[in-house]
């Protein structure tokens, strides 16, 4: 099974319509999106968590063969989220958090890099084609501020002077029927200062008192990173979405109950939890 890169466009959906071809058939592909689930963000002024791996596009399917759909759950305060999957499609987890003093950790999105005062510590790498780099804590007299997680669309960003990093901003999507932005990274948390906001799409905000504000579920937005002695937010789960013009037939079976609608002429399959799909 291929994956092949693409969009349906409305004319492509209205010839098809138009010529009958499509009417009372199974698709041959489907267009996807698999978001993993977020990192939860660092305890101890904290970093941000890394957002889930986000992949788009179109895979060949083999009818009559479940297909498999595992929805990845957000990690915990300094913990990976977990993998997503559709198929032979896997978006990899995002970057837990870490706490002061410590290297980010890499991941879909990596996490941030965990502020102390006189060290620098860099954020942690994102995997190439499904997020990106958490930013780098900032060198400064007492507690430095935390990095924030990076995004499915953009880097967390660096600390700067009493100021913790926000997360990276995520990726919008429309294969929904609503343009919504997924993967968004968590904000490092600091002490007694401004902590970093959470990424556009489901990332948490950081804290300079309490624990860190969780990702958005179904998101894989990562958690924001927690103040001195607090913990940082959960990850966001993650999310699959499947669609394809609805001429097409129905899946004959489904299992994990996913909702299924139409808008724009595509037929919509949105999974928040594990189970499979058979056309």
Known sequence: MGQFSGIWTQSQVSQGIKAGTWTNVPPTFVEFLVVAGGGGGGASFGSGGGAGGLLAGFLSVTLNTALTVTIGGGGATTTNGQDSVFSTITALAGAGGVANGTTGSAGGSGSGGGGSGGTLFLGGAGTSGQGNAGGNSFIQGGVGPSGGGGGAGTVGLTAVSNVAGNGGAGI???????????????????????????????????????????????????????????????????????????????????????????????????FTASGSITF
Request: proline fraction near 2%; charged fraction near 5%.
């Open 172 to 270: 919008a999507s429309a294969i929904s029927g609503t343009v919504t932005v997924y993967a968004g990274g968590g904000g490092g948390g600091i002490i007694g200062q401004t902590a970093g906001t959470g990424g556009v799409g489901g990332g948490g905000a950081g804290s300079a008192s309490t624990t860190g504000t969780a990702g958005t579920v179904n998101t894989g937005g990562g958690g924001g990173g927690g103040t001195n002695g607090s913990n940082g937010g959960a990850g966001g789960s993650g999310i699959v979405i499947l669609r394809y013009p609805d001429t097409f037939n129905l899946a004959t079976s489904t299992t994990g109950s996913p909702t299924i609608s139409t808008s724009g002429g595509f037929r919509i399959y949105q």
